[in-house]
């Protein structure tokens, strides 16, 4: 079950900026990093944000992200079609059972 | 080039177990941590747990405490995910993933990953 909540979708115009937020907790979001993951349908995810803002190489400036407290959001600027694909924001938790990597409930975005 | 090979498609009866191998390649093995992660058909993604492939040592989700077993086999660079009593809802794609950074450098809290096998889709049904 997850732990970190986004809305279920998103959408927006080839060009627009795209938002998706991602909340969580003090013992996830609030006191860990933030990761963000792009899966198109069929395909393993790919990593897209690590440590909150970074890109991995090969990834488009287009993307960012960004974490505030207990919430993250990664933003979509200058939409393309390419970018139709579910995204899932991901950080460790610090539960009492020991360490566990928590993922978003995800977030399918559409481009119209 | 890092790759991470998993083994082909199982389809399993309730209460069975299931073993998925994930072979890597192109880099030390032993040097970085082996995570599994699995995703339900039309589901999200959920963490299963790791391996150091070093000591051997893992971390489970405690949802899957007590049915899954995550070992290796350093000889032949291959992780394994073991999950037993199957059930229906455990129809889902497993993913290996390799993280970024290698054993010995403390990550904690911020460990990630950019490394998956393409999945292999465990069907349980009777």
């Known amino acids: 079950q997850s732990v970190l909540t986004q809305p279920p979708s998103a959408s927006g115009t080839p060009g627009q900026r795209v938002t998706i937020s991602c909340s969580g907790s003090?013992?996830?979001?609030?006191?860990?990093?933030v990761n963000w993951y792009q899966q198109l349908p069929g395909t393993a995810p790919k990593l897209l944000i690590y440590?909150?803002?970074q890109r991995p190489s090969g990834v488009p400036d287009r993307f960012s992200g960004s974490k505030s407290g207990t919430s993250a959001s990664l933003a979509i600027s200058g939409l393309q079609s390419e970018d139709e694909a579910d995204y899932y924001c991901a950080a460790w938790d610090d539960s009492l059972n020991g360490p566990s990597y928590v993922f978003g409930t995800g977030t399918k975005v559409t481009v119209l | 080039q890092v790759q991470l090979v998993q083994s082909g498609a199982e389809v399993k009866k309730p209460g069975a177990s299931v073993k998925v191998s994930c072979k890597a390649s192109?880099?030390?093995?032993?040097?970085?941590?082996m995570h599994w992660v699995r995703q339900a058909p039309g589901q999200g993604l959920e963490w299963m747990g790791r391996i150091n492939p070093n000591s051997g040592g893992t971390n489970y989700a405690q949802k899957f405490q007590g049915r899954v077993t995550m070992t290796r086999d350093t000889s032949i660079s291959t992780a394994y995910m073991e999950l037993s009593r199957l059930r229906s809802d455990d129809t889902a794609v497993y993913y290996c993933?390799?993280?970024?950074?290698?054993?010995?450098?403390?990550?904690?809290?911020?460990?990630?990953?950019?490394?998956w096998g393409k999945g292999t889709t465990v069907t349980v049904s009777s």
């Open positions: 192109g880099y030390t093995f032993t040097g970085y941590y």
């Open positions: 440590s909150n803002n």
């Open positions: 003090s013992s996830n979001i609030g006191s860990n990093t």
């Open positions: 993933a390799r993280v970024d950074i290698p054993l010995g450098v403390d990550c904690s809290g911020s460990c990630y990953w950019s490394n």
